[in-house]
C-alpha cells in the first residue's frame, strides 16, 4: 500500500532533491536553476518570461502587426505607447527617439520636461514633479514675474493671477479669487 501511495505522489508532485522538475504538456520547460514552466503560448512571443530567456532562445523574430512598434529586444508593444513618458519595452527602446516635449507659451516646462501653467511657477508650492518650478535660483525676489496674460483665448485672466473660462465671466458667481470676474459686467 505505501509503495503505492509513494507512486501517486511522484506522479502529482515535482521531483525533490535536486532532480528537475516535470512541467505540464502545455507548459514550456525553461530549465536553469529554478526550473519554471510556462505556457507554451509564450514561447516566441517577444518577451522573456522564463528567469533565463530560455523560452525567446533560437526563435525568428516575432512580426509586430501595423499598430505595433518592435522594441529592441524583438518584444511587439502598441504603437500608442511609444513616447509616453512610460518603458512598456523590456528594454525601454519606446523611449528611446522621442523628441523634447515642448509646453505652450502660457506653460511653464520643467526640467523633467514636464509642462505645468507658468501661473504656478514661484508660488512656494511644487507643481513639477522634479520641483524644479521652486528653485531657489529661479524664485528668488530680484526674479520678476512674467507681466505677460498667461491665459489662453478661451480664458479670463483673473486680477489675483488665475486663469477661469471665459464663460465664467460675468455669470453672477465669483470664481476669481479677487471676484473680478464679476466686475464690470452689464446688468440685465
Do not use: Y
Given at each position: 500500500m505505501?509503495?503505492?501511495?509513494?507512486?501517486?505522489?511522484?506522479?502529482?508532485?515535482?521531483?525533490?532533491?535536486?532532480m528537475a522538475k516535470t512541467c505540464r504538456p502545455s507548459e514550456f520547460s525553461c530549465g536553469g536553476r529554478l526550473n519554471q514552466c510556462v505556457p507554451k503560448s509564450w514561447k516566441c512571443d517577444g518577451k522573456a518570461d522564463c528567469e533565463n530567456s530560455a523560452d525567446e532562445e533560437g526563435c525568428d523574430p516575432r512580426r509586430c502587426l501595423d499598430v505595433?512598434?518592435?522594441?529592441?529586444?524583438?518584444?511587439?508593444?502598441s504603437a500608442a505607447f511609444v513616447c509616453?513618458?512610460?518603458?512598456?519595452?523590456?528594454?525601454?527602446?519606446?523611449?528611446?527617439?522621442?523628441?523634447?516635449?515642448?509646453?505652450?507659451?502660457?506653460?511653464?516646462?520643467?526640467?523633467?520636461?514636464q509642462c505645468v501653467p507658468r501661473l504656478w511657477v514661484c508660488d512656494g508650492d511644487a507643481d513639477c514633479a522634479d520641483g524644479s518650478d521652486e528653485l531657489?535660483?529661479?524664485?528668488?525676489?530680484?526674479?520678476?514675474?512674467?507681466?505677460?496674460?498667461?491665459?489662453?483665448?478661451?480664458?479670463?485672466?483673473?486680477?489675483?493671477?488665475?486663469?477661469?473660462?471665459?464663460?465664467?465671466?460675468?455669470?453672477?458667481?465669483?470664481?476669481c479669487l479677487d471676484h473680478s470676474d464679476e466686475k464690470n459686467c452689464c446688468k440685465k
Amino acid at each position: 500500500m505505501w509503495s503505492h501511495v509513494q507512486n501517486i505522489i511522484s506522479l502529482n508532485c515535482p521531483k525533490r532533491h535536486g532532480m528537475a522538475k516535470t512541467c505540464r504538456p502545455s507548459e514550456f520547460s525553461c530549465g536553469g536553476r529554478l526550473n519554471q514552466c510556462v505556457p507554451k503560448s509564450w514561447k516566441c512571443d517577444g518577451k522573456a518570461d522564463c528567469e533565463n530567456s530560455a523560452d525567446e532562445e533560437g526563435c525568428d523574430p516575432r512580426r509586430c502587426l501595423d499598430v505595433e512598434f518592435r522594441c529592441g529586444s524583438g518584444q511587439c508593444v502598441s504603437a500608442a505607447f511609444v513616447c509616453d513618458d512610460e518603458r512598456d519595452c523590456d528594454d525601454g527602446s519606446d523611449e528611446v527617439f522621442c523628441p523634447p516635449t515642448t509646453c505652450s507659451s502660457s506653460s511653464f516646462r520643467c526640467n523633467n520636461a514636464q509642462c505645468v501653467p507658468r501661473l504656478w511657477v514661484c508660488d512656494g508650492d511644487a507643481d513639477c514633479a522634479d520641483g524644479s518650478d521652486e528653485l531657489p535660483q529661479k524664485c528668488s525676489t530680484g526674479t520678476p514675474k512674467p507681466t505677460k496674460n498667461p491665459c489662453s483665448s478661451m480664458e479670463f485672466h483673473c486680477g489675483s493671477g488665475e486663469c477661469i473660462h471665459i464663460s465664467w465671466k460675468c455669470d453672477g458667481g465669483d470664481d476669481c479669487l479677487d471676484h473680478s470676474d464679476e466686475k464690470n459686467c452689464c446688468k440685465k
